[in-house]
């Protein structure tokens, strides 16, 4: 057991649907550590969804958010967990940081553990930003003196020095979290849980987090990674695990299992929809009104859209007149979320306008190899007809892009090189060199 870190056997969650989990005090827990022996015994002889043969109220529904899951951690591994949302991962890691109880199975931890789960949980919103950090790392289990040796450190990885005596209330959410993810972050345990954490702050700072996570990897620490980010976790972990439905799907080497998460996912299709009549911030004569949007196409879950997948866009259009439109133009914008055009995608481009089409119909796109890298981005609607700009509605609707469908590229380049990945082969050619 020496070059394990972390041992767990038949670890299964029940929750009961619409029940609250019930928080002790400190006289039940020292008196629940009494029972535990007899609990145990007893819990062996008893179905878990009984409650021990009390009545239970009328139509409430259990879930298993974890089943039998059984692993084994080597010291210094770096361990990727993914799956779709409901999958079990953050009931995982908040069961082995002790935040909740297992209903069934053993956890055995060899080490101090760190977990950067909820940011910014014990922050109180009177206290300054000085007194959080000390108030929050005390609460993460540092103690005062190595708080005060970092503390430097976390201010200006936070980036909030300028504010640091202002009382939190008063700090936009990025700064929060920013702060809050700086105090966890200078942990300094032997394992450590890191639950999306790359979801914090904005692209500048999710790579800084990136980079403080990879630098507890190369300290030789074990690491339980969860995250939607495939390439964060090709990056990061020699190993991953696939969860879904609270049971393990796959366990191996990182590619092989992103590899079979992704086909799993890879005919599911996704419907993003907007409707947009009630958008008075649009211009235009407003003779022809973008009515609604919607992106189709396959997704890991039902509000995002796979880097590289073939994407369907709809615009549905209606008009105030009854007869055909003539010549009408139908142009979908794509921009970032700093408001910078990425690309452009209109009925003008490639074909001619459209002549005499329905006054109430759709205009579709279709987009081969989505070149959109991971992160959110905006569409921009324009409608144009022979008597000139009829609607524009400006970020109509959100795309949020994820790492998928680009199987052969093993890691997206980081978001300084541009806001596109092409699709590209690389072979090599020798030269000979003459004698």
């Not at 992160?375 to 959100?398: F, P």
Request: with cysteine.
């Amino acid at each position: 057991m020496g070059n394990i870190s972390i041992d767990i056997e038949g670890l299964s969650k029940l929750y009961r649907i619409g029940e609250p989990e019930r928080y002790r005090t400190l006289r039940e827990t020292l008196v629940g550590v009494g029972y535990t022996p007899f609990n145990r015994l007893l819990s062996a002889f008893r179905d878990p969804t009984s409650d021990g043969g009390k009545e239970q109220p009328p139509k409430q529904e259990c879930i298993w958010a974890l089943k039998d899951v059984s692993l084994q951690v080597g010291r210094g591994e770096v361990l990727g967990i993914i799956g779709p949302n409901g999958a079990g991962k953050t009931t995982l890691l908040r069961i082995l940081s002790r935040i909740t109880d297992p209903t069934e199975g053993q956890v055995h931890i060899h080490g101090r553990v760190g977990s950067l789960l909820e940011v910014g949980t014990g922050f109180h919103p009177e206290l300054t930003g000085r007194e959080n950090i000390y108030l929050n790392g005390a609460i993460l289990g540092m103690k005062r003196s190595e708080i005060a040796r970092k503390f430097d450190e976390i201010v200006t990885f936070s980036g909030v020095q300028k504010f640091i005596d202002t009382p939190v209330k008063r700090y936009s959410s990025g700064m929060y979290v920013r702060l809050a993810f700086a105090v966890a972050a200078h942990l300094d345990p032997e394992i450590l849980l890191v639950d999306e954490v790359l979801a914090v702050g904005d692209a500048a700072f999710q790579e800084k987090c990136l980079g403080k996570i990879n630098e507890v990897v190369t300290g030789g620490r074990t690491v339980l990674f969860v995250s939607h980010n495939m390439a964060a976790v090709r990056g990061l972990c020699s190993r991953a695990l696939y969860l879904n439905g609270g049971r393990i799907e796959v366990e191996g080497v990182t590619d092989e299992v992103i590899g079979k998460y992704l086909t799993g996912v890879a005919n599911t299709e996704v419907c993003l929809s907007t409707e947009l009549p009630r958008r008075a911030d649009r211009y235009g004569s407003r003779r022809i009104r973008a009515v609604k949007f919607e992106a189709r196409g396959p997704g890991i879950e039902d509000s995002r859209v796979q880097t590289g997948s073939d994407v369907e866009f709809t615009v549905t259009y209606e008009s105030e007149e009854e007869r055909s439109l003539v010549n009408l133009l139908v142009a979908i914008g794509i921009s970032d979320a700093q408001g910078n055009n990425v690309f452009l995608c209109s009925t003008g481009m490639y074909q001619s306008d459209f002549h005499n089409v329905p006054s109430r119909g759709k205009a579709i796109c279709k987009v081969k190899n989505l070149p959109l890298i991971p992160g959110e981005y905006w569409i921009n609607l324009m409608l144009k007809d022979d008597q000139g700009l009829a609607d524009s509605v400006e970020k109509a609707a959100l795309l949020n892009v994820v790492d998928g469908g680009m199987s052969k590229i093993l890691q997206i380049p980081s978001r300084r090189w541009g806001p596109v990945v092409v699709s590209q082969e690389w072979d090599w050619c020798p030269i000979d060199v003459p004698h």
